[in-house]
């Protein structure tokens, strides 16, 4: 039940296009949904979040979709560029439960010229 | 804002050692988390911390690793005697508190065990 499930395991898009990465989870008591991008050598980076009175949220070309009734939620990147090549991680949490964070299990992202 | 400081970078040990890695959270943040990151998986928990005290170690493997976090700032992990499946990418993160404050992760040290 504390599982988040992310597909898919690699992607692959065209400079300009739109990048998807949908996660999963079970735990219904999860209130709080960030997204990471990690690059090479690095750790993750927080890159956008949401928590589940929205069903969207937007900053620059990151958007993330909130389903709060089929307990997904996705990541879209629009105008993918090269240097959005890394690999994404969806992630889930409780306040009540010393808010860690659960990840899934990553989707690597290639963005081609 | 100094982000979180981690050492060493490498570590290259023989399996039935011991090893020990150093983490130095953002200044003022009281949480403090362990993950453990093996390759092509995302980053799982070992240990949070909560200023000195431990909020959760239910996915530590206590027969051979350890932590603390004296004095609330500072922490070490260590592991002993150091398995081949411990081969991994330690990576410490810290938030300003346990209520889904933003984790912000260093950039972890890569255990190899041979």
């Known amino acids: 039940q504390q599982q988040v499930k992310q597909s898919p395991q690699s992607l692959i898009v065209q400079k300009g296009g739109i990048s998807i990465i949908n996660c999963a989870y079970e735990n219904t008591a999860f209130d709080y949904f960030p997204w990471y991008q990690q690059f090479p050598g690095k750790g993750p980076a927080l890159l956008i979040a949401i928590r589940p009175d929205v069903s969207e949220k937007k900053e620059g070309r990151f958007t993330i979709s909130f389903n709060k009734s089929a307990k997904q939620f996705s990541l879209h990147i629009m105008d993918s560029q090269p240097g959005d090549s890394a690999t994404y991680f969806c992630a889930a949490s409780n306040h009540n439960q010393g808010g860690k964070l659960i990840f899934g299990q990553g989707t690597e992202l290639s963005v081609k010229p | 804002e100094a982000g979180v400081a981690q050492s060493p970078r490498y570590k290259i040990i023989e399996k039935r050692q011991s090893v020990a890695f150093w983490c130095n959270p953002i200044?003022?943040?009281?949480?403090l988390y362990w993950y453990q990151q093996i390759l092509g998986q995302g980053p799982k928990l070992l240990i949070q911390?909560?200023?000195?005290?431990?909020?959760?170690d239910s996915q530590l493997p206590k027969d051979r690793f350890s932590a603390e976090r004296l004095k609330g700032v500072d922490s070490t992990l260590k592991i002993q005697p150091a398995k081949l499946e411990d081969s991994a990418v330690y990576l410490c993160a810290s938030s300003r508190d346990i209520y889904n404050s933003p984790l912000h992760f260093g950039n972890g040290t890569r255990l190899t065990v041979t």
């Open positions: 911390f909560q200023n000195n005290g431990v909020v959760d």
């Open positions: 200044s003022g943040h009281a949480t």
